[in-house]
């Protein structure tokens, strides 16, 4: 069985905050995949990251930042110097082998809400 | 590439009626998902294809569910009869791999009154 867990409590920042945003997955398998997904207010699912479980490389894109660390199964998320167009709803997600193909499961996802 | 397309966007429709949604994923894209969004729930993967063959329909809730993908640029979920229950966002995602980062849709936010 897989999960991944995010907290569920809506968190707001006021903008130019730096916000992590929390995952901790559980798998049996030894490879595995790990993905962010953003979704803002109007409703479609942003890709973000993926990151495979042989790469523990903490990654930086822009004002992104995601700390991977399988010692703690973690894959957290860091906003820096948030803004108003980051207010959405983020999911982690872990990909796992099962019966052959993989399967993503979702966490359940954490809202964000950034204010001016 | 004009990406994943879905449509409708929004389908309001009485309990007992069929409704079908509809998908077009990017082209190249060996893989394609359905899955359903509720506040409840989050994001459930419904069905899978590879290939344009079924390959994971566990998610599927009730035989009121089907899904096919006839070719490799279109797939429909059909929901036959419809309930209240079944209001949710059904998103479709393609993918060139199987692990994912999938390309989603816009979603089609149904609505069985």
């Known amino acids: 069985a897989q999960k991944v867990t995010q907290a569920q409590t809506e968190i707001s920042v006021v903008e130019k905050e730096d916000v992590t945003l929390d995952c901790v997955y559980e798998?049996?398998?030894?490879?595995?995949?790990l993905f962010w997904y953003k979704q803002p207010p109007s409703g479609e699912l942003v890709f973000l990251i993926r990151?495979?479980?042989?790469?523990?490389q903490n990654e930086i894109s822009g004002r992104y930042s995601w700390n991977f660390q399988k010692s703690t199964s973690s894959f957290n998320f860091t906003i820096t110097a948030s803004q108003v167009v980051d207010s959405a709803v983020y999911f982690c997600?872990?990909?796992?082998?099962?019966?052959?193909?993989?399967?993503?499961?979702f966490g359940i996802g954490r809202k964000l809400q950034v204010i001016p | 590439d004009a990406g994943v397309i879905q449509s409708p966007r929004h389908e309001v429709t009485e309990m007992g009626q069929e409704v079908t949604l509809r998908c077009k994923p990017i082209?190249?894209?060996?893989?394609l998902f359905w899955y359903r969004q509720t506040m409840m729930r989050g994001l459930e993967l419904l069905i899978y294809?590879?290939?344009?063959?079924?390959?994971?329909d566990s998610g599927m809730p009730e035989d009121r569910f089907s899904a096919k993908m006839p070719n490799a640029s279109f797939s429909t979920l059909k929901i036959q009869p419809s309930e209240p229950r079944d209001s949710a966002v059904y998103f479709c995602?393609?993918?060139?791999?199987?692990?994912?980062?999938?390309?989603f849709g816009s979603g089609t936010r149904l609505t069985v009154v």
């Open positions: 990151r495979n479980s042989f790469d523990e």
């Open positions: 995602a393609s993918s060139a791999r199987q692990a994912g980062g999938y390309t």
């Open positions: 798998t049996r398998d030894t490879t595995y995949y």
């Open positions: 997600a872990l990909s796992e082998h099962s019966g052959g193909y993989q399967k993503v499961t």
């Open positions: 082209s190249g894209h060996d893989y």
């Open positions: 294809f590879n290939n344009n063959v079924p390959i994971d």
